[in-house]
């Protein structure tokens, strides 16, 4: 029997550590969390609390370009009008995420959330926007410049009904 050259070492050394670098990758793969990506993710929006005003009072007001999400008592809501995104990036308040297949169900949503009052709702196709992995119908309500002004409204739409309501940054 021939024994194997000095080669044989330093490739049977390699073949160790390439065996324990794998297992070591193996070992931190399965301490990460993963996260399932969909056409909107959920971002929980930080609450700030703010000291109570002390001698002058902070009234918050909406950019004229942009109706109150619920409508004031004595104006009835539009409840067939969908609002279309404007060309311009923004945020957002999502009602529903539905597959682009059911479009009757994102309408449904759509005609749900008129009725309850809310404004400037719409469907955006995530087809159309790089935020949104495509595939899905996106039901909104309202069109925001900052994650804030979005977050604020989100009490009005799950007062509305839509419980897992949340802010999402919409852009082209």
Do not use: C
């Amino acid at each position: 029997m021939r024994f194997p050259g000095n080669w044989v070492w330093p490739v049977l050394l390699l073949l160790v550590l390439g065996t324990l670098g794998a297992l070591a990758a193996v070992a931190v793969a399965r301490g990460e969390k993963t996260e399932t990506l969909v056409a909107t993710r959920v971002r929980l929006a930080h609450l700030v609390r703010r000291p109570a005003p002390t001698t002058t009072a902070v009234i918050p007001t909406r950019p004229a370009n942009v109706e109150p999400l619920v409508q004031p008592p004595g104006r009835p809501p539009n409840r067939s009008a969908l609002t279309q995104w404007p060309r311009a990036d923004g945020y957002t308040v999502v009602l529903e995420s539905v597959p682009s297949s059911d479009a009757a169900t994102a309408r449904q949503a759509a005609r749900r959330a008129l009725a309850k009052g809310l404004t400037q709702v719409g469907i955006i196709d995530s087809q159309r926007f790089r935020s949104l992995a495509p595939g899905f119908l996106v039901v909104f309500t309202g069109v925001f410049d900052s994650a804030a002004s979005a977050a604020g409204h989100i009490a009005d739409a799950r007062r509305a009904g839509f419980q897992s309501a949340y802010e999402r940054e919409i852009s082209r």
